[in-house]
């Protein structure tokens, strides 16, 4: 797991914070499946991704064209919250896959208009 935050690599921002709204979850398989663990893993694996889809936890997924797992869009706020969900999942359990992850939040540079006075003007 990777935490690729803005507030933990250290760099410092003009702009107020903002809070964290949604992360995105990019796999990563560390071996490629055997048709065994194709047929007996992933026969639990969508339809309980499925199930997170449906709880409102998934947003929207997506395959990565390399062939090395999904990228999930994920309605949590924090890289805690989508590491346990994941770690759920067959494939985590068994060891098979690893997440990187990214923490989103409001477009902080949107503060300008506030500053100078945009925002009420309509």
Known sequence: ???QS???A???SA????????????????????PEQRKTILSEEVPDTVRLFLAGKIDQWW???????PVFLMNVTSVAEALALLSALPLG???????DFLELGP????????????????
Do not use: C, Y
């Open 63 to 69: 395959s990565q064209q390399n062939g090395n797992g």
């Open 107 to 122: 477009l902080r540079p949107l503060h300008l208009l506030l500053s100078q006075g945009w925002a009420k003007e309509g």
């Open 6 to 8: 803005p507030a933990s």
């Open 15 to 34: 702009f107020p914070p903002v809070p964290t709204t949604k992360v995105l979850a990019i796999a990563r398989l560390l071996a490629p499946l055997t």
């Open 93 to 99: 359990q068994n060891g098979l896959m690893e997440f």
């Open 10 to 12: 250290g760099r410092a």
């Open 1 to 3: 797991m990777t935490d």
